[in-house]
């Protein structure tokens, strides 16, 4: 039996980096696991059974609700970490988890959901650009600074895809080899009743652009179920016209119900993955979809969705009203075929052939070149 630590940011919900979190436990199944924050009423069972040891910030006050006002005590916090035996380590990289203490003889391997977005590329986004952020760039220099040293520090890096391996060189100089996350194709089946509507389903923050199909959607008429929760809903509902109606948060069962019978999934942002398109593709339906970051990977154009170019609704629009016009030439079958590339199963035989590869080019020295 394998024993390994993987060390993943937080787990107080189940999101994309969580559904890695449980395959990893799947190939695992000895693994430790340690985290920062651990909310163990918010992660799946097949987490909750493991041993989960925590670093000081999870017995902060109101860690759960407010880790994120934690983010510059988490170098500390990772550093007092100390892994001087297994086989080898994982740390599941997009808030900060690879800066934990390895033992120079044990190889440290990164899966990287994306080196973190807020102190590099996104922050207007989370910091603003008045008063606020002239107190918080300190803050944020002392950060890039600790997530670039830390990289240097890892033996290999795993990306989640091409867009982020290319965010990994451009901010940590740090070359990857790229194995797409799990996601759980077989769950889901397609309907051969298919409705009126347009789907747009996710976390509704600014960054994701959910502004963008309600005001196409209110200049086309078309029917646009929205579906899920997030800061941006009130602003959505508030400027969205009747032919648009809202979900809120769905169950698993509304999910599928919704997603299996849509015209289309729209996806206006810009993801360094994005699961949603491959789930929607997995129910056979297709994906317009905009022309950047991970869902160049996973939609095939004109085969399981559309692309287009810029995020105004003058472009949106087009390619709907391209869509309507050859949408009985996108076949259920086929998209749903394309999606299983993506599949859990798939993952976890390339994560594992992977680190199988790495631990034997790690013994050729039986000890670290980093650090």
């Known amino acids: 039996m394998i024993n390994t630590t993987i060390v993943h940011y937080w787990l107080n919900s189940m999101r ?19 985290t920062n924050i651990y909310s163990q009423q918010n992660v799946s069972e097949k987490i909750s059974k493991k041993k989960v040891k925590t670093t000081f910030i999870n017995s902060l006050p109101n860690a759960g609700k407010f880790y994120q006002y934690y983010l510059p005590l988490y170098p500390t916090a990772l550093k007092n970490i100390h892994i001087n035996s297994g086989e080898f380590v994982i740390s599941s990289e997009s808030g900060p ?5 390895v033992s120079n003889k044990i190889p440290h391997i990164c899966y990287t ?5 807020y102190i590099w590329d996104m922050q207007d986004e989370y910091f603003g650009t008045g008063f606020k952020r002239k107190i918080l760039q300190p803050i944020i220099n ?6 670039f040293s830390t990289a240097q520090k890892l033996d290999y890096i795993i990306a989640n895809s091409n867009f982020v391996k290319k965010r990994i060189k ?5 070359e990857s080899t790229v194995i797409h996350p799990p996601v759980d194709t077989e769950r889901f089946s397609s309907n051969n009743s298919i409705s009126d509507y347009y789907l747009l389903f996710g976390q509704h923050v600014k960054y994701k652009k959910p502004e963008l199909p309600v005001r196409a959607f209110n200049e086309n008429g078309k029917k646009l179920i929205v579906m899920g929760a997030g800061e941006e809903l009130p602003f959505l509902k508030e400027i969205a016209y009747d ?3 809202f979900l809120g948060k769905v169950d698993e069962k ?7 019978s849509c015209r289309a999934l729209i996806f206006p942002g810009i993801e360094d993955f994005g699961i949603i ?3 929607a593709m997995a129910c056979g339906r297709p994906v317009i979809a905009f022309n950047k970051g991970g869902a160049t990977e996973t939609v095939k154009d004109n085969v399981t969705g559309l692309f287009f170019n810029s995020q105004n609704t003058k472009s949106l629009n087009k390619v709907i009203n391209q869509f309507e016009n050859i949408a009985d030439q996108f076949d259920p079958k086929i998209i749903k075929q394309h999606s299983l590339i993506f599949s859990k199963q798939v993952f976890q035989k390339k994560f594992k052939e992977y680190v199988e590869q790495c631990i034997n080019d790690f013994q050729k020295t039986g000890v670290s070149k980093r650090r």
């Open 16 to 34: 994309g980096g969580e559904k890695v979190i449980e395959s990893l436990i799947d190939i695992y199944p000895n693994s430790e696991i340690i």
């Open 97 to 101: 988890a690879k800066g934990i203490k």
């Open 113 to 117: 959901h994306s080196p973190m977005r």
């Open 142 to 147: 002392y950060l890039q600074r600790w997530d």
């Open 170 to 174: 451009r901010v940590w100089n740090r």
């Open 243 to 245: 032919n648009i109606s």
């Open 254 to 260: 509304t999910k599928h119900k919704y997603l299996s």
């Open 277 to 279: 398109p491959v789930e």
